[in-house]
């Protein structure tokens, strides 16, 4: 639905004229689902609906994915009969009414509440999270060098100060700032558990003691413009003999056996942007081929593809936006238009892995040291 209105001010030279917004999708008279997982991923699947509100059958596919999985998983479970039986309903080949498709929820969530769950999880993880601009208290973090891309890393402890005495728990903060000129996107974990070498005045490695945390993290897709930063969780560090792992309120997987006097330096790890098992890919390949999985991924979502050249307009913009934050080129949009074959997926999906200006990357970041002062335990 396409709203106009007139824009008139009293001012000399003021403009005057209409605006015309873009069109509202989705449509107005479906009942959402009753459970509010089906809920939440239907609003999910909002963002690639078609204009008339219909559901691209590629979603209603990942719902059955998910549907499939637990299955595998739960081959003896009491509601695994009835969701065998439903398989055959997902179909991906065709578009879906709102109704048909909250039908289907509502179905799948009064048998087994998981599979909408895992569903839900999917589409909240795979999507592109941005950062925030450098507030100027962290320009002067430990940040390691900065890559050709203008990746860089701080492994920042705070207090950020000279000098803490022993027993003192300092709190960890993994940043990751662009200080480019182009966007960067790339993968990494939400927790990063990472190593820790610390010296004291003298040059002589301290002894560390470090307990794994069983905190879980989840490999998640970034894209930074050029001036942004973002922070992933990781576990602080304790000063002197190894104590509890949680000391006031920070969680602590690090403690060193530092004593009062020293000048710590301390240099941590290198943080791993790519997924545990993508480095000897990297090596074969030279290129982060994760994004262009990601790319046909995301793409999915949106089959069958409109032969309608407005409908699939529309698509492309949905999906530039998602991947880049700006539109495709003219060229690579009449590509996309004109091309009715069955593989017009991987061939935008090629144009768009190889597209100029907006790289992906794979790799790790070394965080700058860190130096500080040990002083004698406070008393109180």
Request: glycine share 8%.
């Amino acid at each position: 639905m396409a709203v106009k209105f007139i824009c008139r001010t009293g001012s000399e030279g003021a403009w005057t004229g209409k605006l015309v917004t873009g069109e509202t999708r989705g449509s107005m008279d479906v009942i959402p689902p009753q459970h509010k997982d089906a809920q939440a991923l239907l609003k999910a699947w909002s963002n690639a609906m078609r204009m008339d509100g219909k559901v691209p059958g590629g979603l209603i596919g990942k719902l059955g994915e998910s549907v499939q999985k637990f299955i595998k998983n739960n081959p003896i479970w009491a509601t695994t009969p009835q969701l065998q039986k439903l398989l055959p309903r997902f179909d991906a080949t065709h578009d879906w009414s709102g109704q048909d498709a909250v039908a289907l929820l509502n179905e799948v969530s009064a048998l087994q509440e998981t599979p909408i769950q895992m569903a839900l999880e999917q589409e909240t993880q795979h999507i592109i999270r941005t950062g925030e601009p450098l507030p100027a208290e962290l320009a002067k973090a430990p940040w390691g060098e900065t890559l050709a891309n203008g990746l860089r890393h701080a492994w920042l402890l705070e207090p950020n100060a000279a000098e803490h005495p022993l027993g003192t728990a300092l709190k960890a903060r993994a940043l990751i700032h662009n200080a480019g000129k182009e966007p960067v996107t790339f993968r990494t974990r939400s927790w990063h558990q990472l190593a820790h070498k610390a010296t004291d005045t003298k040059g002589a490695e301290l002894k560390t003691e470090s307990v794994e945390l069983m905190t879980r993290g989840i490999l998640l897709t970034y894209r930074l413009a050029p001036g942004e930063f973002l922070e992933v969780n990781s576990p602080g560090m304790g000063l002197g003999k190894m104590g509890q792992v949680e000391k006031d309120g920070i969680p602590v997987g690090t403690w060193i056996a530092a004593q009062a006097g020293d000048d710590l330096t301390v240099t941590t790890a290198p943080i791993s942007l790519m997924d545990w098992n993508e480095e000897e890919q990297l090596k074969l390949d030279g290129e982060p081929r994760w994004w262009l999985d990601y790319i046909r991924a995301r793409l999915a979502r949106h089959l069958p593809f409109p032969d309608d050249q407005t409908a699939r307009e529309r698509l492309l913009y949905r999906v530039a936006m998602e991947l880049f934050g700006t539109p495709v080129s003219a060229e690579i949009n009449a590509a996309f238009v004109a091309d009715k074959s069955p593989k017009a997926l991987e061939t935008l999906a090629e144009l768009l892995f190889h597209r100029q200006g907006q790289p992906a990357w794979a790799g790790s970041l070394q965080s700058g040291v860190t130096k500080f002062r040990v002083t004698a335990a406070d008393k109180e």
